[in-house]
């Protein structure tokens, strides 16, 4: 059965968005340990790992964190962060042999302002991802923090050998589990007609980047996309559980057209967030990810 939810138009933000999220247990696992967020600013998919229902409690820690910033209108990249921590701390915290192990991914999109001007800010941690529709333009924005992903940096192994390689479901950063765990932020500004899509890879492990654009690019509302890509992942094979949520820009307010000629982005995220400036949006290849 899958479960889904439409947020209402953000009507007070720079950035006007309308929303919509989906989540399948699939036909494998036992319970989903996938966890979401729809709720303007804040738009999170949380595959939880770890031992005897520890997966789901660090899914849901990431999200309660998180949640708390949807009070307002938009977010700092401080307040992220604050949340993200916040989180750690509390699944490092869990006691019992049951929650051995708990941790995960955690993939973001939020809105923020700058200047006055509106831009998504991208943050993920694992190999759950964040893809953007812009135009012409489709493009994986998050990198996946996951032992494939350094082979094939490396040249060590191609996206097909990928999808079957033994340490698929490696991931080498997690909230709660594991030395690493820094994140990965983009700040990217936002046009009317973006579509973001944040997923976990149940998705991306059973349906191909041409697939997935294929449905962003459909002209049917956010809902029956975040539904359709659901269907997808299920369709082939549905062996994890599977979560996205959609969003879109129908409205960017507070901007002159002489501000939308000359505001700099490059300028913004240079001096007031902690990017690192060879850190890009990974290449669409037309495959899927691997399967954690």
């Not at 700092?76 to 921590?85: P, S, W, Y």
């Not at 097909?160 to 909230?175: K, N």
């Not at 369709?235 to 307010?253: F, H, K, L």
Request: net charge negative; hydrophobic share 40%; charged share 25%.
């Amino acid at each position: 059965m899958i479960e889904s939810s439409l947020s209402d138009p953000d009507i007070h933000g720079t950035i006007r968005v309308i929303s919509a999220a989906a989540t399948d247990v699939g036909h494998v696992r036992a319970t989903n340990e996938d966890s979401i967020l729809d709720d303007s600013p804040i738009f999170l998919v949380a595959d939880g790992m770890g031992g005897h229902n520890a997966g789901e409690v660090a899914s849901a820690i990431a999200v309660e964190e998180f949640e708390k910033l949807t009070v307002q209108e938009n977010v700092t990249v401080e307040q992220l962060g604050d949340a993200l921590r916040t989180a750690a701390e509390r699944i490092a915290d869990l006691g019992g042999e049951a929650q051995l192990g708990a941790g995960t991914t955690v993939a973001v999109v939020a809105t923020m302002v700058l200047d006055g001007v509106g831009y998504w800010v991208v943050l993920n941690l694992g190999d759950s991802r964040v893809y953007r529709l812009s135009g012409e333009i489709f493009e994986q924005v998050s990198v996946d923090h996951s032992v494939v992903q350094e082979l094939m940096d490396r040249g060590e192994l191609t996206a097909e050998e990928a999808r079957t390689h033994p340490y698929r479901h490696m991931v080498t950063r997690a909230l709660g589990a594991g030395p690493e765990t820094d994140p990965d932020y983009w700040l990217i500004p936002a046009e009317v007609g973006d579509r973001m899509l944040v997923c976990s890879d149940g998705l991306t492990g059973e349906v191909s980047d041409t697939a997935i654009e294929r449905v962003l690019r459909s002209p049917q509302d956010v809902r029956t996309i975040a539904r359709s890509l659901v269907d997808l992942a299920l369709e082939g094979g549905g062996r994890d559980n599977v979560s996205v949520v959609v969003v879109e820009a129908v409205e960017i307010t507070g901007l002159s057209p002489e501000d939308e000629v000359t505001a700099d982005p490059r300028r913004a995220r240079d001096e007031d967030l902690p990017f690192d400036e060879d850190t890009l949006p990974r290449a669409v290849s037309g495959e899927g990810g691997a399967n954690r």
